[in-house]
């Protein structure tokens, strides 16, 4: 390694560091004053309370860890061109591809590094802080568990198994709810295929109910549209959020495989694809990034007070785009590939064309 990619590569790094360092510290700092409360009303420790707050630094690094590399990126180069370095080293001849060459390569291996992060350390943190967060502090315990594109959940009387499509709505794919009797036997199986639940009450559309009659007879009963009186309400379905950073990459691709419904197919490449593209989302930002900090330099002034909130601007509709695209994906209207991929192919042609572009 030549002298001048270690004297960029080390400021990359202590940029890189600073720019990490100060992030996590105010996501800290607000999540801490949001919480805090919470805690003390619970009469929580403060071994509890640190334990927390330390193991979401890792979540913190996965989500902010493409804008860090960008603006690591671009200060590097700012501060550069700040100087005056970079026009004596395009003046000694020195190219621009091979003065970000690397800027591009450390980024890379940070990158690499994320991804081993989400891979072995992320799932585990997660865990452990949605465990506190929900069971310590809010005094929610999870009552099922999540497999192959399905819930299934455990109630008072009985048992719930279903799929559904957004957590967010009361709307329920592929039902069925098992009760049992004192005998721990099955009395009654209610399937439809499709449930909502609605002003109290549930309604199941399309499906058909069967009542033990005896130990091996059941009387079954066809119906379009039922109402049920289940003990459990749809709040009972607790599923701790960010439930898919619980799982870790090899895991988030085993729900790929075993994933029976074409929709919970969809939706499982979808979130595997989706967390390596988010973290490899840094490299584009910082392709384009470096062009538009020249570009922004050269029209209005060397000042990294102007060039920084450009980069961030362009991060965020960047992101913006990236999300609207994984949202479509779950939703099956595109392709979970090419949701993955399209916002990083056009960011990244575009800024290594800017980069080409000023290299002339």
Partial sequence: ??????????????????????????????????????????????????????????????MMSPVCILLAGVVTLGMLNHSNELIALKACGIPLRKITLPIIAAAMVCILLFLAIAQTVLPTTVTATNHIWNREVKGRNPSGIY????????????FY?????????????????TAWNAAYRPQTLIAAETAVWDQGVWTLYDGQVQEARGEERFATEVFHERRFAFPE????????????????????????????????????????????????????????GLPLLLLVYRKWGRDLSLAIPVSCGMAFVSW?????????????????????????????????????????
């Fill in 1 to 62: 390694m030549i002298l001048l990619h270690r004297y960029i590569l080390a400021h990359f790094i202590r940029n890189l560091g600073l720019i990490m360092a100060s992030f996590i510290s105010i996501y800290l700092l607000i999540d801490f004053f949001e919480k805090i409360d919470d805690f003390l009303e619970k009469g929580k420790s403060f071994e509890l309370i640190a334990e927390f707050f330390l193991l979401n630094i890792p979540f913190i690094v996965d």
């Fill in 147 to 158: 497999r192959s594109g399905r819930y299934y959940y455990r109630g008072l009387d009985g």
């Fill in 161 to 177: 198994s279903f799929a559904r499509p957004d957590p967010q709505k009361n709307l329920f794919a592929n039902f069925s709810y």
């Fill in 233 to 288: 309400q749809p709040e009972a379905f607790f599923v701790p959020p960010y439930r898919s950073m619980e799982l870790s990459l090899a895991e988030l691709y085993k729900e790929t495989r075993h994933s029976r419904s074409d929709e919970a197919r969809t939706k499982a490449w979808a979130e595997f694809y989706g967390r390596i593209s988010y973290t490899f989302l840094g490299l584009p930002l910082l392709l384009l």
């Fill in 320 to 360: 913006g785009l990236y999300t609207t695209l994984q949202s479509l994906a779950k939703a099956g209207y595109i392709p979970p590939l090419a949701a993955a991929v399209s916002v990083h192919l056009v960011v990244s042609c575009l800024g290594i064309f800017l980069l080409m572009r000023e290299d002339t």
